[in-house]
């Protein structure tokens, strides 16, 4: 298959399951017997920090007048190859891009709702395969003992550094969107890149991950050369501690100036609510909405919800 073939033409809904029964998690999907939020949040002893349930477009009441077609890419990075999905709405001329990072174990498929959703209004978007972040159907290089936030912060600005010169990007309104674990990643990015954005959205970011690590080892000096996360579904090497031990998240952060979107759910039992009410705090220009009874990951009427507010922000970055 080409590395910049036209794989599809598309209004219709695609449901993305990216992570494998076996892993213990809750797939949903409003057009195939959605299951409820109350269903994902009953699940969430099963997602660890930086994971999330993923969503499914459907037939939302969000969705937009534009067709779309969808290209696959392919983005290098210091030899390396990250594999990731564009859709692009119908029309002649460059278009503001959505670049939307995935939580840590789910590959490029989890941002498929969004980008649905939102290439229907006629915004651009490019889901993709973080090298060695995915649990399951990765197609970028890369393993999962190699990846850490910083190596995935590494792949996000290739991505966006290659996407400038893509022929239907307006490489001055790139809006980094990213969930979960893929949300630490874009905050990350968007203070050492101000320049480089028009808007950062993110979706219950796991800006716990330092925390995290620091609970579960006394010391740098403690974490083995590799080990399992949440049970074993997934094998990470000492890189993923280290690189993040020392990384104050809201002493850094705040660097980004520019109007931030967060949106966190208030029965989210994997990252609690209060580290995006902190950041709040640190951004300058900071628009912060709870959705009420969603948990890690939205479904349902809280994808709904969340697709209105994210709409919205990116139509007010326009006008």
């Not at 029965?267 to 009410?277: G, I, R």
Request: aromatic letters at 10%; one cysteine or more; charged letters at 15%.
């Amino acid at each position: 298959m080409g590395k910049d073939s036209l794989v599809m033409k598309g209004t219709t809904a695609v449901m993305a399951i990216v992570l494998a029964a076996a892993f213990g998690l809750v797939g949903c999907g409003s057009a195939q017997g959605q299951a409820s939020s109350a269903s994902t949040d009953a699940s969430a002893s099963s997602l660890g920090p930086g994971q999330a349930a993923v969503a499914s477009s459907g037939d939302v009441d969000q969705k937009g007048d534009f067709t779309y077609e969808q290209r696959e890419l392919w983005v290098d990075n210091g030899g390396e190859q990250i594999y990731g999905v564009a859709y692009v709405p119908e029309g002649e001329g460059q278009k503001p891009l959505v670049v939307f990072s995935h939580g840590l174990g789910n590959d490029h498929s989890a941002g498929a709702p969004y980008a649905e959703v939102l290439a229907s209004h006629g915004f651009a978007v490019h889901t993709f395969d973080f090298r060695g972040g995915s649990a399951h159907q990765n197609r970028s290089d890369g393993s999962s003992t190699s990846m850490s936030a910083m190596t995935e912060v590494s792949d996000l600005e290739a991505v966006i550094e290659a996407a400038k010169d893509w022929d239907f990007v307006d490489s001055s309104a790139i809006v980094a969107v990213g969930e979960s674990q893929g949300g630490c990643v874009s905050a990350v990015y968007a203070a050492d890149h101000a320049d480089e954005l028009a808007g950062l959205v993110l979706l219950y970011p796991a800006l716990s991950i330092s925390d995290d690590i620091h609970a579960q080892f006394a010391s740098v000096a403690d974490v083995p050369d590799t080990y399992g996360l949440f049970g074993g579904w997934m094998t990470v090497g000492r890189n993923y501690a280290a690189d993040m031990w020392d990384y104050d998240m809201f002493a850094r952060i705040g660097a980004y100036p520019g109007k931030v979107l967060v949106l966190h759910g208030d029965a989210d039992s994997v990252v609690d609510v209060s580290y995006s009410e902190r950041a709040s705090q640190v951004y300058p220009d900071c628009e912060l909405h709870v959705i009420s009874g969603a948990g890690h990951g939205f479904t349902g009427e809280n994808f709904e919800e969340a697709c209105g507010y994210i709409v919205a922000y990116l139509d007010g970055l326009q006008s």
